[in-house]
C-alpha cells in the first residue's frame, strides 16, 4: 500500500462548479497535511494545510480532515479556468519531517 | 526574500557523466529537501536534512546517487555514473522544523541523460 494515495484523474469540471479532491494515507501518527497545486513545468506551490479534524476554509477552498478513516480532501468553489492544474496531496510520515507526496490528480476545469 | 535557489536550471548530459545539483535553501530554514518528479513515478523524497544532518536517505535509489549539505546555505545531490533512467526534475525545498511545517520548492532542476 503506497503512503499517500490519490485519483490520478483527469477531474472535469465546469466552471462555477464544486470540484472535490480525494486522498487517503497510511501511517495513523501522522499530524500535519498539505495541498499543494502545481502547473505544468511549475513547480508545486502550497494551498492549504490543516492538522486538526474537520474543515478549515480559505477563499475558495475548504480542506477536510478525517484522521479516524485517514482521509483527507480538498473542495474548490466556484471552480475556474485557472484553477486547471495538477493537485498534490503531502503527508508528515509519523511525527517527523519527512513529507510523503501523492502522485497528484489533475483536475480540468472547462468554460 | 529569495526563496529556494536551484542550479542549473536545466541540464542535458551523456550517459556515463557526472551530474551535480545544486540548492541554497531560505535562509533561516533548516531542513532540506530532495525530490525527483516523474510522469511514471510522480514526486518521491530523497533524502531529506536538518540542521545540515541527513535524516533519512531511504529513498536514493542506489550508490550511484549522493547527497550532501556542508552548510546551513548549501547542498548538493550528485549522481555518478548518470544513466538515461535518472532523466526527471529534480526539486529543492526548505522548511523550518519541527514537524508539521510547510516546505517551499525551487524552481527544479530539469535534468535530461542521453
Known amino acids: 500500500q503506497k503512503e499517500v494515495e490519490q485519483n490520478s484523474g483527469p477531474l472535469s469540471v465546469p466552471e462555477g462548479a464544486i470540484a472535490s479532491l480525494n486522498c487517503t494515507y497510511s501511517d495513523r501518527g501522522s499530524q500535519s497535511f498539505f495541498w499543494y497545486r502545481q502547473y505544468s513545468g511549475k513547480s508545486p506551490e502550497l494551498i492549504m494545510f490543516?492538522?486538526?479534524?474537520g474543515d478549515k476554509e480559505d477563499g475558495r477552498f475548504t480542506a477536510q480532515l478525517n484522521k479516524a478513516s485517514q482521509y483527507v480532501s480538498l473542495l474548490i468553489r466556484d471552480s475556474q479556468p485557472s484553477d486547471s492544474a495538477t493537485y498534490l496531496c503531502a503527508v508528515n510520515i509519523g511525527q517527523t519531517d519527512k513529507l510523503i507526496f501523492g502522485t497528484g490528480t489533475r483536475l480540468q476545469v472547462f468554460p | 526574500d529569495a526563496g529556494v535557489i536551484q542550479s542549473p536550471r536545466h541540464e542535458v548530459t551523456e550517459m556515463g557523466q557526472e551530474v551535480t545539483l545544486r540548492c541554497k535553501p531560505i535562509s533561516g530554514h533548516n531542513s532540506l529537501f530532495w525530490y525527483r518528479q516523474t510522469m511514471m513515478r510522480g514526486l518521491e523524497l530523497l533524502i531529506y536534512?536538518?540542521?545540515?544532518?541527513?535524516?533519512?536517505d531511504s529513498g536514493m535509489p542506489e550508490d550511484r546517487f549522493s547527497a550532501k549539505m556542508p552548510n546551513a546555505s548549501f547542498s548538493t545531490l550528485k549522481i555518478q555514473p548518470s544513466e538515461p533512467r535518472d532523466s526527471a526534475v529534480y526539486f529543492c525545498?526548505?522548511?523550518?522544523?519541527?514537524?508539521?511545517?510547510?516546505?517551499?520548492f525551487g524552481e527544479g532542476s530539469w535534468l535530461t541523460v542521453v
Open positions: 490543516i492538522y486538526s479534524n
Open positions: 525545498a526548505s522548511s523550518l522544523a519541527p514537524n508539521g511545517n510547510t516546505i517551499y
Open positions: 536534512f536538518n540542521n545540515n544532518v541527513p535524516i533519512d
